[in-house]
Structures are given as structure tokens and as C-alpha cells.
């Protein structure tokens, strides 16, 4: 898009500000490589921080630095190392995969990727892997220091996994959005550890700021994800980080053939859609009830909503495509907290005919985007409120994963949930944040910034 | 808690006595385990007041401090059982056998100590960090055995948070992984309440059973009343002591604090071996060898760096707690495999979340080809006749319970039956002819737990910058020893 083109679709001043910071960051990075040093770079959910470490390697590679880049989980190292190839075509990018992990064809195809043994990575200009693919290299002495290291999703990424990339680099980049889901273990006592320098379930920010608080830390201040109707909830995720909306107020619309339904459940449906379609955002509040975590009758309201959304024939434009064009499924993602929820809406959807509308957890939503969400509240029908379920990353993650509109389903006796009394939660020494406490907070901050768009039967 | 034991639960408060959650036997009950009984003060939880201890029902032993509080009355009762203790628990690394599997050679055998709840396995943290690190010259030079007797301690107390480990068995977790009762957790804990529930005595309902047994305390805490009867006793023990502490003066004194102490061991003695006997009799489980195995190279571990004098840190580095965390999640997750391919009934639960599949084995396809990068290669389809829906999606990975080390198989599809089930064909994932497949019109169950030792991913030997302060911290100052408060 030429800067003409983007008058009155962007917001130059939001974008102004963004650029600058990143700039600023990754001139720090650049600027010295004789001592151990970092630069944290934190963001909210769709700030375009993927781009920004692409452009990091970049200007890493002008100072003919050698650069590794490391990320949580496999798949985003597949789409890092296709953005960097694709965006640095004088570059050749080198992935290390896991035994039994080839790169998908959408970046194997590129003519300046290459996937080799980590023994032969040495000596590449940028490689990529996953932190304990190449920490394990790196500890084994097939793969040597570099001179610079730049962690994407660096607070879903743990201390102990940072442990094994720490040493392959003196300069090191850390990239990540403070507002997702914090590192989790299956076992039994995961706070064992818990504000002790050693604890291996803290973030890799975390860890680096602990030990070197003087490390400096840059906020982008955007969001080009979310509009502005959705930054606006948003910002209760973060409280220490300001960001705006990349996108003028009204450039994303979403469309839906009017109608409206003749018996009650077919109305609250349609009332939902009408208002995520004008707010952005419908919060579906069914009567207090106990519930199953797998609730049936939100099972059939969340089915049924993504069933009346494709019969109400669903066109979006924004600001890559400012003509109508049709909403397809695979656009639309339905979000929830457990598996069961997962399997039992999964199943209705397929036979429904909406295979291809996306269902997941949380967690597996993670760095992913849609157009429209469907959302299961963590909190809906649930007796009493734990760590888990308070817990303010999965509810970021829900609620800002749509560039469109989402529509949110729970129960009354949610928000009566937060003015009982508050679960215990033990005090760790030398652990400031509690995060039962910062969770109920962050929820009931929520929902106020959602009662203009509270919807009952 | 599962669906299952949600279940169970509400069967056993019908039946009014526990229900089994399991049809084997998950854990070593070893043949002569070293039961300990310990009782502490209310209000000093870092001194055992007295400890029962033998190991066998018929040769209980007891030793009892007189007051706690005081250091060389403490360690002097700690002292008599460490002699009994550390022998017992060492001897066993006195015989070696080489184990292919793990490269290095492991005790034979290993101690088992067996205690009745969860409390007691603290109580030994406690006693082991308290013990292990005391100084063994200067004014205040501990015995080395106390010192041993610490290490031990700690190692168990350490060893007890890996999953389905059976070095320390502390019975009442024993218990609620093979049996489940209306009880809530905290309940459990009471082992007398819990063996109450499980099997109350003829004529009488687990519900009140339970309430009744649930009046005494097996320690390490006391009840309230006990206390109260004791303190006149230490009192008195106090007064006619004087300051003395040595075994001639303060022996003839203790008997009133024995006699205190005494049906107090006794009643937890009796509940430990009555449980313990019941259990032993079920079927042991296969894969509890596999997980004896590793319970014996931790030991051998244990025995072999202490004898070379090895400290253990109080506190991990980044590094032994990145790898302690691997290791308790790899611990975790195999347990819960072993368990549920070992018993039908434990993998009830993975079958109601969805996460396995069982039915009839109607078709196998033992020769279907298909084309690979190019080439057609084997890959075998069994299909099953589930009874129940299927909420499995396509393309899930899952294991045959038959070989759960063996290779994996995919969803291939999944089709409603007319009788109300489904059927689900299932994709092996190896052409190899040396995988087995599922016999034709067995009963076979596909889940996902596998039982192949997880891939660990090395760490480096020195810890990176961003792991350490640019300068150390200070070492804190010394607990116990020249510094008294």
C-alpha cells in the first residue's frame, strides 16, 4: 500500500509513535556488541511484532552481525523464517529442525531458505529454531556463539528454555506480549520455585530483568490487530503499556444480511451478531445456572451463533480490502478454556457443516488471527474462581484475537463470582505480583469495559 | 477430579464403603519396608517428640525425646534411631547389578519407607533439612551418623515429589490412587478416617466409621488433648532433670513421657500395617518394575555421593531446576501412561475426555498401501467398533495400549455405526512388518499416552549471563552453629 493510499485508513500519529520505538529498540540492539546485553522489546496482542523482529535481523545483518532467532514452539518458527526470507531476499535463512520436523512447503519452496543439521548451521548469517532445538545444539558444541540472539514470544517462553539459548549470544533481543498466557507445568507443585531466582517457570523477560534490572524495555505503543472499538477492552490486559488502534475509527466493517428470528433463542442470536456487527463486541450473559464445564446449552448458543452468521451471509471490508468480500469459515474461530468444550463443539460444528471454522483452546489460540471470534467465557457457570480459571492471559487471549468482532458467551452469576470472596492465594517472598488477585482485577475491569455491549434473554 | 471418580464417588456413599478406582496395584509394597511413626510437638515441628519405627508389625521400637526443644535431648532420641535407621537404609546399596537400559550399575534392591500420610513425608523434609547441614567440627560438632541420617532424610523428602515414585510411601496418597470415597482430600489425609471409609468394620457404614476414627490423630501433629496430658509430664521431666541432659540422668525420667507416647505409636502402627497388608494383597501392576527400577538408580545415586562426601545444595541453580522440572514433568506423564495402559479402569477416565478410543476390532487392513513422497508404503489400517461416540478428531496421534513404546497411530477416520457407535479407523504410522498390530475381533484401546522416554533437550554446563546477576549475591548467614540466636 503506497502512504496515498493509506490517508484516513491509518492513524498516522499511532503509527508515527509505533515506528519510533521500534526504531529506537532495534537501534539499541544494533548499537553495541562488546558486552552481554539485552533490549526487551513488550507489546500487546497484533502490535506487528513479528515484522519488528524481521526488521531487527535486518539491521542486525547490515552490522554483518551473525543473528539466531528463537521461538517457543515450531510453528512460529516456520512463519519467522519464511516473513525473514520473504522480506530479506539478499539474506539466506537457515532453520535447524528437530529430529522428525521439516519446514512446510510454504517456506521450504523459497529460494533463500535452506534446513540443515545443526553442525552445519555454523558460520550461516541467520538461523532459526526452536530455543531448545538450538540450546540443545549449542550445549552439545555443534552449534557455536553468534553475536546476536532475538527471542520472539519471549513471556510464553520460560526461563529454563532461555537457559539453554542464554550463552550463544552476548547481544540478545527479547520480543513478547506480556498479555498472553504465562509458561505452565503439568506437575503437581509448579510453585515450588516460585520467586526464587532459579525458577524455571518464570518468563525469559522475566529471568533477564531480574538479573539485570537495568535492561531497557520499549513498549510499542499499537495495535494493528485490533480497531479501536476492541483496543478500548484490550488496555484493561495491560496496565502498564498505552497502545492505540493502527486503524481509523470505521475502515473494518462487517455485514450481515438483515434478519431477525421469530422465536427466542433465534433472537438472542441475532441480536448478538447485529451488535458485534455494529460495536464490535456482543457479551451474551444467559441466567445463573450450575453448570458442567461443558455446559451444553452454551455449546448449542456458541453452535448456533456460528451457524446464523454464515446463513446471515457475513461480508467484511478494512484496510487491505476496502471492496465487500464473503467471510469465509476459516476466518471465524471459535475460542474456549477446556478440551472437553473443544471436542464437544468441535464435533457439532463438523456436523453442522462448519468444519472449517476453527475451534481451540486458549493456549492453542495463541499468536493467531481471525476476523470474527466466537468466545467461551473462562468464568461461565463455574461454582467457584481459581488460579486457572482467573488467570488474565487466557480472557486476553479470547478477547483479542479478531480484527472484526467477537461475541462472548457466559453466565450472570459470572460477575457475582468476583464480588464473592476471593480464593486464597499463599505469598511467595520475592514474588510481587499475585496473580489470583491481578486476574480478578483484570476481569472485573473487563467487564465493565463490555457492559455497553451486555446482551440478556 | 475426573468424571470417573466423580462417579465412584457417588457410589461408594451408597455403597457407604470405598469404591476401587483401580484393578491392580500401582505402587511397590515392598516385603519388609522401614515404617516410621513420628509425633511432634503442636507448636515445634522442626523436632521429632517420638518416633516409632520397625519393620516389621511385630518389632515396633519407639524412642522419645523427653522436650524436643532442647537440642541434645532432640538429637539424643534422633541419635538412637539414626543407628537403626542409616543401616537399614544403606545396606541395600551394598549389592549391585548392572542395568543395560540405563548404562551404569544400580542397587539390587532398594529401602522402602512407608509412613501414613503426607504430613509425615514433610516431617522428614523438616528433620533432613535441619540434620543434613549441621557442622561436624567446632563446639557444637553433630555426630555424623545425624548428619547422614539428613541426607537420607532429604533425598526421600526430594525424591517424594517424583511421580509414582515408592522409596517413601506415604499411605493415605497410597490409598486415593487405588480407592475413591465421598471424602474431600483434606479428609483423606486422615488415614484412620480414609481406612475407616474403605473398609469399616462389620455392621457399621464407612460415613460413620469415618467420623468416629476421624477423633484420633496419627500424628506428626498432636491433637489438641494429647498435648494438653503431655505438657504436665515435660513439665515435671523438666524439673527433676535439672539441666542435665546426658542418657544416665534423663533415661530413668522418660518413662512417664513413654507411657504417654506409647498407644499413641501403637494406634498409628496398627492403622500403618493393617493398611499396608490390605493393599499388598492386590495384583501388583507390570510397570511398577520399570518405575522400582528408577527408584533404585535414584537410591544408588544417593548412597554413592554421600559416600564420596557430596554436599547437596539447599538451594538449585537455574540449571538443576530446569532439569528437575523436566524430570518431574517426564516422571508425571509417564505414570499417568504406565497407569492407564496397565489397568482398563484408569484409563476410564482418558476415554471420557476424549483423549482414547476402545472398542471390537472389526477390520484390519494388515497390507494397505498408500503413496508417500512418491512411493507406496505400508501403513496398516485397523478399524474399531466403538460403543460410545467418538469426539477423537481426525489426524489425532494415539497409541495402542498393546505396544504404548511402539509407533504411533493417526485417526484415519471416523464413521457413525447403526448401533448407536461408531467406527474409527485408525492409521499405523510405520510400514514396518515388526510392529504388532491389534489381533482380529480383540477388545483394543488406542489413547494417547505413550510410553517412549520423552526427547530432553541438553542445557549447557555453565549458566549464561542472563541467568546471573552481574555480581553474586551474598551467601545468607549460617542456621545452626557458631551464630546461636
Redesign the interface.
Known sequence: MTPQDSSGVYDPAVMEAARSVANTAIQDFVSRSDS?R?VVVTAPAGSGKTGLVVNAVGAARRQKFRVAVGTPTNEQAFSLVRRIAVDHPGETVTFVP??DISLPTYASQLSNVQQVKASNANGAGVIVGTL??L??A???GDLGEVDALLVDESFQAD??R???????A?L?MLVGDSGQLSPF?????PD??RG??????QTAVG??LR??PTTPVYKLPITRRLDSRAAVVAQAFYPDLRFSAAVMPGVRQLRLSPAISNEPRGRLIDRALDGACKNGWAHVELPTAPSLTADPEIIDLIAGTVDRLAQRGPKTRCESKTTWSDLPGARVAVGVSH??QK??L??RLDSMGHSDVVVETANKLQGLEFDVIVAWHPLAGLPEVDEFHLEAGRLCVLLTRHRHACILFGRASDRALLDAIPPTSPAYLGFNPDPVYEGRETHESVFVALEPHRLTR | MNQLDAALAARSFRAGRGVRSASLRHRRLAPNPLALVFWQLGGEPFSAAAIGYGHKRQNLRMVVAGDPRNRDLAFAALLKFAGWFNQRFEVAAGYREWIQEEGTEVSSNAPQVIVANEASVEMIGRLGRRLAYLPTDGPKAAPPELIRLGQHFLFLHRHS?V?GQQLVVPLTDFLSQHWVTPQSAFEQQSLGAFNSYIAPPAGSSGFHAAAESERDSLGPVPSGDDDQKLEPLVDRFNLRRGQATDAVTVTPLLIPIENHYRPLIQHTWTQVWDCRDREASWLEAPSVERRWQSDRKAYTQHIDWTAKNGRTRT????????V???T??DA??RLQAEEACDDPVKMIPYIL??KAVQGRVVRIEADRRERINGRMLRRPLVTLLSPD?C???RGKELWWTGSPDGRSYLIHDVQPDPSGGCLVTLKLTTGSTATPLPAAKSQACFSVHTTTKA?F??????????????VGEPPPAPIEGENPL
Open positions: 552481554n539485552g528437530a529430529s531448545s532445538k540450546g540443545d549449542f550445549s552439545r526461563s529454563s532461555y537457559y539453554a539459548v542464554g550463552g550463544l552476548r540478545h507445568s503439568t506437575i503437581d507443585d515450588h520455585w526464587l531466582p532459579e525458577d524455571p517457570l529471568v533477564l538479573n539485570h478440551n472437553d471436542d464437544l468441535r464435533s | 515429589r511421580a538451594r538449585q541453580t537455574a540449571r538443576q531446576a530446569a528437575r522440572l523436566r518431574l514433568e508425571k506423564a475426555q476424549n461416540a469426539l477423537v478428531p526427547w533437550a541438553n542445557l549447557p554446563p555453565t549458566e549464561p549471563w542472563s541467568h546471573r546477576p552481574p
